[in-house]
């Protein structure tokens, strides 16, 4: 029973993240705007002033989104690949099911990477988007995912299995 509930964390993991990047496609001016707008530092008034920068340039606000796009696509692919070899090895030894494992706990790291490294690292500290409500909104979202995928990668790649 265990060994299926980490095929389907790691499931979730990828779809979640495949939803994502279907609705930023889906919605692509308005995610570059969102994006935009957190990354120029507009509507700051609780820390008006940053130690660093902002970025005005949309060519900039393009390329940002493009990578939190491709990071989505990743983890949604690997997400999915990595339940599939799961529920493939699920029958198999321990050895086998741990080393079917890999796609599944890259997938979770490369959710953390987007969703804790750009969002929070980067959003939420360096641009400070948490002083708007889009920007806060996003903050949010991205701290429950990047924590449940967190959680799910040690549960994942515990090998009592």
């Known amino acids: 029973m265990v060994r299926y509930l980490k095929v389907f964390l790691v499931l979730f993991i990828g779809l979640h ?14 995610a ?14 609780v820390y008006p002033h940053t130690m660093f920068f902002a ?7 393009w390329a940002a989104l493009g990578l939190v796009i491709i990071g989505e696509l990743a983890v949604g692919a690997l997400g999915i690949k990595g339940a599939w070899d ?5 029958n198999a030894s321990a050895e086998r099911f ?3 494992k890999v796609n599944g706990v ?9 969703w804790f490294g750009f969002f929070m690292t980067f959003g939420a500290a360096f641009f400070q988007m948490w002083q708007t409500k889009v920007g ?22 515990l090998t009592d299995d």
């Open 32 to 45: 570059h705007a969102a994006l935009g707008y957190v990354l120029s530092s507009t509507d700051h008034q």
């Open 106 to 114: 890259l997938a979770a790291g490369i959710a953390l990477l987007v």
């Open 136 to 157: 806060a909104g996003s903050m949010e979202g991205a701290f429950m995912y990047s924590m449940a995928s967190a959680i799910t990668m040690m549960f994942v790649y």
């Open 86 to 90: 799961m529920f493939a090895a699920r």
């Open 55 to 61: 970025v005005a340039n949309p060519t900039v606000h």
């Open 98 to 100: 741990h080393a079917a």
């Open 17 to 30: 993240a495949l939803i994502y990047a279907l609705q930023n496609l889906a919605n692509l001016e308005q």
